[in-house]
């Protein structure tokens, strides 16, 4: 993304990308700087730019989220948690995308001791490394920006999973697969 040499820009907290620095919304508990949730938003709420119908269009919000994770706060810590379990059930344990809510739902569920405090913040890996929203949407095409989809999704994924996979694998087991059908 080319900027006219005095526009002020900002570096977005979680992935990297310097975009026009922006006084829109953000997320209170996704770590990201407004350009970035603006192009984000328009991407995921919006359709814009359009993607091609494809499966991992589906995890597109869990892999920004966990690529945005925010400062250690109970509810960064749960959605870092809750998404990195949907990527890994799709990823890792085969499931379809159409249950990656379930796997969320269930990972939140009330247990014995409440649902507070089941999970613990993950030191996150340098996931500046991995594309970004931006790139999706410089994608040319259609069928060029739900492959970057999928390439993102997968990066996102491989860069927490080579830190934090055997955490994750446990939270999976205690908090979702003794209930999936």
């Known amino acids: 993304m080319n900027l006219p040499a005095k ?15 922006g006084t829109g919304p953000t997320h209170r508990y996704i770590g990201a700087s407004a350009g970035c949730w603006a192009v984000f938003s328009a991407l995921n709420n ?28 109970p509810q960064a810590v749960q959605s870092v948690a809750v998404h990195l379990l949907a990527l890994y059930g799709v990823l890792v344990k085969d499931i379809g995308v159409d249950q990656a809510v379930w796997v969320k739902q ?5 247990g014995k001791s409440g649902k507070q405090g089941r999970f613990t913040w993950l030191s996150p890996p340098p996931l500046t490394e991995a594309l970004t929203v931006v790139d999706i ?30 955490i994750i694998a446990d939270w999976y087991e205690t908090f979702v697969a003794g209930d999936q059908a």
């Open 7 to 21: 526009t002020e820009v900002e570096m977005c907290p979680g992935c990297g990308v310097s975009l026009p620095k």
């Open 46 to 73: 919006a359709g814009e730019p359009s993607l091609t119908l494809a499966p991992t269009n589906v995890l597109l919000i869990d892999a920004y989220a966990v690529q945005h994770p925010g400062q250690p706060s």
């Open 106 to 110: 269930h990972a939140l569920r009330p």
């Open 137 to 166: 949407v410089n994608g040319a095409t259609p069928d060029t920006r739900t492959a970057l989809v999928a390439r993102y999704v997968t990066q996102v994924w491989e860069l927490w999973a080579q830190k934090h996979a055997g």
